[in-house]
Every structure is written in structure tokens, then in C-alpha cells.
């Protein structure tokens, strides 16, 4: 691509508009992985594998099924809800209880053990074919240079609603509340009759279910396979490192500016080199502002 | 089983010094003569594997289990050593021999580096700044076809022969020969570095940084001397790896994050923290890999359950069974 193109206003607007919509879909694949991270300390390495059973809830629901797309993408966040409830149980609250003080490194284990059996059973029960739901919405919007299809379109607009909707209930229903009590100072929510326990595992439950919506809302771009979920995971860690971990706030902003770094890089780079300008902007941020672009507070160093 | 009683004892016959020398050599004559007895090219490739694979959790081990240092972007140190060597004979006609040492050294340095960037960080954010090294680590490579023939994948030439000794690949127990004396000469230097003041250092790093610091210990110097050494090891095995496995490509299962994976559930079953664990786990779970081939999907199903198990119910690995054995 010729550079003089930069200048052009209609392609930068194009471009502009084309990151927003890839940081629409970065925002929705790491607001999960960045409540978890954010409220329980742990990094869920097996957040892509969440995402790939919801690409699959969906291809079953809308694909096999033939129900209405808006039914998928719900089933795919309550089966993920149920699933991510029963794995908080299971395993992270045993793990929690056994490992003592530093169980937050052996936690990112256990989910990495998490992800190796959740890809091989997909492998198994549904082999390694790309199971698609073509295009949810049809036509394309067009005004002046910008060029969208009204898929992407209604993608940026479900990453708003669930922007929204997870603040506000964070912000201000009862369980929200306790829920940031509980990341402030699990000690002193403790003492005032938060149960902690329960806490964790609806917070691990809607993150879940974040992974599950996004997985079965992104099926057109990402058809449901068993490795699917590598470069969603990949692309919300460094957004959530972005951001600075644990505040999904942060997390989401840092999605959009990926999204638009990214799209304008690509008159630059190839797809390849653009892994690897994500891969060292992260490292430059963990170097520089370890605790992320928009974060006042400071992590643990030394 | 005769020795029952004494086993659960923990003492007697089967635990005394004589019994443990006599072990100790059974195990090392079948580690030596086993392949050359059974001479089966099908058999020496899996030997290989796993002592190879094993080297590589050991050294990881050296990390994780002595300093508590999670380096998640393990493979692609273990890429640097590979394609040093690998590049280096290719291009640069430099002996695969040399490679071992290049291979070894290139990786030291990106490894300290990588520990200068990192050492600030501890825990969980290691994981994620060495898990991002690694993958920048691997896409440049698959980004640079002209020189790395990235994807396309790089053919890379067998050990010249050497005394006489034919490494032509046409024979693979020489290869097999070839990472045992590998093997003792690391194995020896990292039993000896954790049983030095060294080893001490890492060990009070584990436990207790704070402690550790306030104590007078300079923990960010011996964190970067743990991460330079174990990177040194990884490259001169990715190095041997290069030249045994004949074709390199920076694929995530053979550079990337499910190599690491792989060798991080060899060393958490075989046990933190006692090198040696890695080993015989390798040994058992390569070997339970190979007889259960015809389970397809279903071996990774059981490597991924265990290592959850082992995080949950056994979290010293087979270092738990020790008192039986040993």
C-alpha cells in the first residue's frame, strides 16, 4: 500500500472505522478474562477454549437447530455461565483451599491442565472441521468513503450493550457491590458477611459467560473449531496487560486502541509482523507501566 | 513384593545404603544398554524423546521449581538455540558441534535480557511477559522466510561424524549416545548449582522474596543468574533438537505455547523442585504416549487431567512416591 494513501481522509476514516470494529471484538473476548483476572487474581488460560464451546452453543442452536441468532448467542452465554460455575467449584475453589498463599501461579496451571483437556475432548467429539454460521445480518452500510457491513456494525453495538450492562451491574446491583468489596479486600468483605466463596464463583460464572457470548457472536469471523480459541486468548491478554490487569474499564479501552493500532499497521505490515508489534508492545508496557496505560494504582514488584 | 513391612517402615533392606547404590546402577545400565540390547530404531527414537524431553523439564524445573520463576515462552528459548545452530550451519557452514555451544550462548544472552526486563515483575507477570517474549520470539522467525525459511520449514544438516563415530542418522543410537553425555554433563551441573550457595539463594527467593531481600540477599541478581543459566541449557538442547529432528518450523506445537505446555506438565507431574522428577516422568509419560498411540486425542485428554490432578491431589508429583522407591 502506497503511504501517501495515510492522507487520503477517506481512507483514514475507512480505516478508523474498520479498527473500531476490531476493537469492539477484542473488548468483548477480554471483558471476561479481565473481570476474572481483575476480581479473583487469576489468569484463565483456558479463556479460549470458553469461547470455543460458545462458538459451538452457537453453531448447534442457529446452525443445526435454526433458531434465531439472538438465541444462540444467549444460549451460548448461559450454557458457558452454568459451565464456568461448575469449573469455579470443582476445581479453582479446591485448588484455592489446597495451595495456600501463592495459589494465583498454581491457578494459571490448573487452567492451562483446563484447556488441554477441553481442546482434545472438542478434537474428539466434533473433529477438526470449521463449523460456521454464515452471515448473521445481511446488507452493508455506506456513508461516504466508510464501508461497513451491517454484521460489523451490530457487532460494535453488542460490545457497547455488554460494556454497558456488565458496568452498570458492577456499578450498582447488590451482587456488583460485593462483588468489588471482594477485590478491594477480601479480608475485610469477609468480616462484614460476604461470602467470598460465592463471590468467586459467580464472578468466574460471568466470565464464563463473557467468553460464551463473544465465541457465539464472532462465528462468522471465527468458525467453531477446537483451536479457535488461540488467538482470542492471545489478543485479550494483551489487551487486559494494556489496560492494566484487573481493570476491565481499562481493558476495553485498550481493545478499541489495539483494534485501530492494528488496522492502520496493516498498511505497514503483513499479518505475521502484526503479532509481533502486539507481542512487543505489550513487553514495552510490562517494562515501562507494568500496571497498564490507565491504571493510577501500582502492582507488586521486585 | 518381599519388602512390604520395611517398605511402609521407611527403613530396612530396601531403603539401606547398599540398596540405593544397587538401584541407582539398574537404572543407569538400563538408561546405557537398554536401547543397544533391544537395538530397534522405533524404541531408540522414543529413549530419545524422552531423555531429551526430560533435559528440557529439568531445566525448566531449575526455573520454576528452585526460584519460582514461570518462563511461559520456554519454547521459543529453546527456538533461539535451535535455529542458532541450525541457521549457523546452514547459512555459515559453522559445525553443528560449535552449534551446541552457539546455540547455547545466543540463548544465554536473549535470556538475559529477557531476565533484565523481567526481574522487576514477579509471579503471575513473568508468566505473561516471557509468554510474549516467546511468541515475538516465533513470529519473527515464521516472519522472516528468507532467512528462516519460516513456515516453509528449515532443513537442517546431521552432526558431521566425529572419531569415527557415524552421525549420519542412519544410526540413532549414536544420537541417543550423544544426549546422555549431554544429559550428564547438564543433569551433574544443575544438581551441583542447586546443591551450591546458588541453589540456597533460589530456593529463598521461592519462599519468601521479601524475606529473602531484608535478609541481604540480592534477589534480582540471583534471579538473573538462575534465568541466563537455565537459558544457556535450554539453547544447547534446542540446539540437539535441531540437528536430531532434521526439519525445524515455528509452529505452536513444536516453538510455541503447547511445547511449553508439554514440557511444563512433565515437570509439575514429575515434582517441583527436584530435577530428577523430570526424568522419570518424562520416561512415563512419553512412553505412555507411544504405547497409547491408537488413543488418538484422547493420550492429551489424560496428560491435561493429570496435570490438573497433580495441581489439586498430588502436588509434589511423583517426587510424592519417593519414601516407596527410594
Excluded at chain 1, 461516504?144 to 453488542?158: H, N
Excluded at chain 2, 550457595?197 to 533460589?202: D, E, M
Aim: with cysteine.
Amino acid at each position: 500500500m502506497e503511504l501517501s494513501l495515510l492522507l487520503d481522509p477517506g481512507i483514514l476514516a475507512q480505516v478508523l472505522a474498520q479498527g473500531l470494529v476490531r476493537g469492539s471484538m477484542y473488548a468483548l473476548m477480554a471483558a471476561g478474562l479481565s473481570l476474572i483476572f481483575g476480581i479473583m487474581g487469576v489468569k484463565n488460560f483456558s479463556h479460549g477454549e470458553l469461547f470455543m464451546i460458545g462458538a459451538y452453543v452457537m453453531f448447534f442452536v442457529t446452525g443445526v437447530m435454526g433458531l434465531p441468532w439472538p438465541m444462540g448467542v444467549a444460549a451460548a452465554a448461559v450454557v458457558l455461565f452454568g459451565f464456568g460455575v461448575l469449573i469455579e467449584r470443582t476445581l479453582i475453589a479446591t485448588l484455592r483451599k489446597r495451595a495456600g498463599r501463592d495459589w494465583l501461579l498454581d491457578a494459571f496451571v490448573l487452567t492451562i491442565g483446563m484447556l488441554v483437556v477441553m481442546q482434545n475432548l472438542a478434537l474428539i467429539l466434533f473433529g477438526t472441521e470449521r463449523r460456521g454460521v454464515g452471515g448473521l445480518v445481511d446488507g452493508t452500510f455506506v456513508y461516504g468513503p466508510i464501508i461497513i457491513t451491517y454484521e460489523r456494525m451490530m457487532i460494535v453495538a453488542v460490545a457497547v450493550a455488554v460494556g454497558l450492562a456488565l458496568w452498570s451491574f458492577i456499578r450498582y446491583s447488590d451482587l456488583g457491590k460485593a462483588i468489588r468489596a471482594t477485590s478491594q479486600d477480601p479480608g475485610a468483605a469477609q468480616t462484614l458477611g460476604i461470602d467470598i466463596q460465592r463471590i468467586y464463583t459467580y464472578t468466574f460464572g460471568i466470565g464464563a459467560a463473557l467468553a460464551g457470548l463473544s465465541g457465539g457472536l464472532l462465528i462468522s469471523l471465527f468458525p467453531a473449531h477446537p483451536t479457535v480459541g488461540f488467538y482470542p486468548v492471545i489478543k485479550s491478554i494483551a489487551c487486559v496487560i494494556l489496560g492494566g490487569l484487573g481493570n476491565i474499564s481499562g481493558a476495553i479501552i485498550a481493545a478499541m486502541l489495539l483494534g485501530v493500532v492494528e488496522a492502520y499497521s496493516s498498511f505497514f505490515m503483513s499479518g505475521g509482523w502484526q503479532n509481533v508489534m502486539t507481542a512487543v508492545l505489550v513487553i514495552v508496557i510490562l517494562i515501562v507501566r507494568p500496571s497498564g496505560l490507565f491504571s493510577s494504582s501500582k502492582v507488586e514488584r521486585a | 513384593m518381599t519388602n512390604e513391612t520395611v517398605m511402609t517402615a521407611g527403613s530396612g533392606v530396601w531403603h539401606s545404603h547398599g540398596a540405593r547404590i544397587l538401584k541407582i546402577v539398574v537404572l543407569l545400565a538400563l538408561l546405557v544398554f537398554a536401547p543397544t540390547l533391544i537395538d530397534n530404531d522405533y524404541l531408540t527414537r522414543i529413549f530419545i524423546s524422552a531423555v531429551m524431553m526430560g533435559l528440557m523439564a529439568a531445566i525448566f524445573d531449575l526455573m520454576i521449581g528452585y526460584a519460582g520463576l514461570i518462563n511461559f515462552g520456554y519454547a521459543g528459548f529453546l527456538a533461539i538455540g535451535a535455529y542458532t545452530s541450525a541457521l549457523g550451519s546452514f547459512h555459515y557452514s559453522i559445525s553443528p558441534w560449535l552449534g551446541l555451544l552457539t546455540g547455547g550462548l545466543m540463548t544465554a544472552f536473549i535470556g538475559f535480557l529477557a531476565g533484565v526486563i523481567t526481574l522487576r515483575l514477579r509471579g503471575l507477570y513473568i508468566a505473561l511477559m516471557t509468554f510474549f517474549v516467546g511468541e515475538a520470539i516465533r513470529f519473527t522467525i515464521s516472519n522472516t522466510p528468507d532467512f528462516t525459511r519460516g513456515m516453509l520449514g528449515l532443513s537442517v544438516p546431521p552432526y558431521p561424524d566425529i572419531l569415527g563415530i557415524d552421525f549420519s542418522r542412519g544410526d540413532l543410537l549414536n544420537y541417543y549416545y550423544l544426549v546422555l553425555v549431554l544429559g550428564a554433563i547438564i543433569m551433574g551441573s544443575l544438581w551441583w548449582l542447586v546443591k551450591s550457595r546458588f541453589g540456597l539463594a533460589f530456593e529463598a527467593l521461592r519462599e519468601d522474596q521479601l524475606a529473602s531481600q531484608s535478609m541481604g540477599l540480592n534477589t534480582t541478581k540471583y534471579k538473573l543468574y538462575n534465568f541466563t543459566i537455565a537459558s544457556f541449557f535450554a539453547g544447547v538442547m534446542g540446539a540437539y533438537y535441531a540437528h536430531y529432528i532434521s526439519i525445524l518450523s515455528p509452529t505452536p506445537e513444536e516453538f510455541g505455547v503447547y511445547r511449553t505446555v508439554e514440557i511444563l506438565t512433565i515437570t509439575y507431574v514429575g515434582g517441583r523442585g527436584t530435577l530428577w522428577g523430570s526424568i522419570f516422568a518424562a520416561f512415563l509419560l512419553i512412553g505412555f504416549q507411544e504405547y497409547f498411540r491408537g488413543l488418538g486425542p484422547w493420550r492429551l485428554v489424560i496428560f491435561g487431567a493429570l496435570l490438573i490432578f497433580v495441581m489439586l491431589f498430588a502436588r509434589k508429583g511423583l517426587a510424592g512416591l519417593k519414601k516407596y522407591f527410594w
